[in-house]
Nanobody
Framework: QVLLVESGGGLVQAGGSLRLSCYFS????????MGWYRQAPGKQRELVAA???????YYTDSVKGRFTISGDNTKKTVYLQMNSLKPEDTAVYYC?????????WGQGTQVTVSS
């Protein structure tokens, strides 16, 4: 059974940085077609960054130039480097497939940005 374990969240001041990690516990893993999502209170979960099946990166407009998605197949881990954080980035962050059938969702990691 695949488990996704997100970590690296925390409380940070506006303008600060955090690096999130997502560990994949299954046997077959590729960073391609993986993404980071976030869900703020009262809002729907949204895809903020992803690596496509062709290895290209995608970012939602609100994080372009500030967030960077990367991964390491040997460590079965996907990362999200978040710089210049804003209060509106406050949310629970999750990783999962970018498209297709999702893995079971992990617990996520809370990111709180204070103004």
């Amino acid at each position: 059974q695949v488990l996704l374990v997100e970590s690296g969240g925390g409380l940070v001041q506006a303008g600060g940085s955090l690096r999130l990690s997502c560990y994949f516990s299954g046997t077959l893993f590729s960073i391609n077609n993986m993404g980071w999502y976030r869900q703020a209170p009262g809002k729907q979960r949204e895809l903020v960054a992803a690596i496509t099946s062709g290895g290209y990166t995608y970012y939602t407009d609100s994080v372009k130039g500030r967030f960077t998605i990367s991964g390491d197949n040997t460590k079965k881990t996907v990362y999200l480097q978040m710089n210049s954080l804003k209060p509106e980035d406050t949310a629970v962050y999750y990783c999962n497939r970018r498209m297709g059938s999702y893995y079971p969702w992990g617990q996520g990691t809370q990111v709180t940005v204070s103004s």
